[in-house]
């Protein structure tokens, strides 16, 4: 159980266009996710607290405007890289949890490339 | 502002001897601590799940210690395998529900 799927896996652009990434929680319903942004070799930075029915809250320092987040749903909340730089090139990943006891679970992430 | 350190940051052993992973971490006040291994290029997969009042989590040849008043918890893996070579992280969660992750230690097992 407590499986995450993330899609697209990789992604070429170009500069100036937008890109959605998708975070789906499979078999368990998700009131709140995780956006994060992971640079070659350095750990995860939280980017932003995805919440259903409502804004996301986001992390010092993080464009709200440049990353638009959705979460319309229990299962499923978006990522939207809007007007994408060679700068936003990164790995992002997502996050869900069932619940205190359970811990977080990742999806598989997204390599973006802006050219 | 919760820092998480992890220590070493590389590791590298022969096939067969046991990898003793170490995570600090500053304020005790957790709610818990959880260890992830991230292969290249990949996302996290979740290894052990350690909860503030617990003092340990034992998966199969993983053990995960934790000492909240140090700010401490040790990943231990006995008997590595080549297939164990992967970046292993530390991640704690506070009452906030964000994980606070450390920059993680590289293990590469040689054969």
């Known amino acids: 159980g407590a499986v995450v799927s993330q899609h697209p896996s990789w992604v070429i652009c170009k500069s100036g266009t937008s890109v959605k990434i998708e975070c789906r929680s499979l078999?368990?319903?998700?009131?709140?996710m995780f956006w994060y942004r992971q640079f070659p070799k350095q750990s995860l930075m939280l980017m932003a607290t995805?919440?259903?029915?409502?804004?996301?809250?986001?992390e010092q320092g993080v464009e709200k405007d440049k990353f638009l987040i959705n979460h319309a749903s229990l299962t499923l909340s978006t990522l939207t890289v809007t007007s994408a730089h060679p700068e936003d090139s990164s790995f992002y990943i997502c996050?869900?949890?069932?619940?205190?006891?359970?811990?977080?679970?990742f999806g598989s992430g997204t390599r973006l490339t802006v050219v | 502002k919760q820092e998480v350190t992890q220590i070493p940051a590389a590791l590298s052993v022969p096939e067969g001897e046991n990898l003793v992973l170490n995570c600090s971490f500053t304020?005790?006040?957790?709610?818990?601590l959880q260890w992830f291994r991230q292969d290249p290029g990949k996302g996290l997969t979740s290894l052990l799940l350690i909860q503030s009042s617990q003092r340990e989590q034992t998966s199969g040849r993983l053990n995960a210690s934790l000492d909240k008043s140090s700010g401490r918890s040790t990943l231990y893996i006995a008997a590595s395998q080549p297939g164990d070579s992967a970046t292993y992280l530390c991640?704690?969660?506070?009452?906030?529900?964000?994980?606070?992750f450390g920059a993680g230690t590289t293990v590469t097992v040689r054969a």
């Open positions: 995805s919440n259903e029915g409502s804004k996301a809250t986001y």
């Open positions: 996050s869900a949890g069932r619940g205190v006891s359970y811990g977080y679970t």
């Open positions: 991640a704690v969660r506070l009452n906030d529900y964000k994980l606070s």
């Open positions: 078999d368990f319903q998700a009131t709140t």
């Open positions: 304020d005790s006040a957790i709610y818990n």
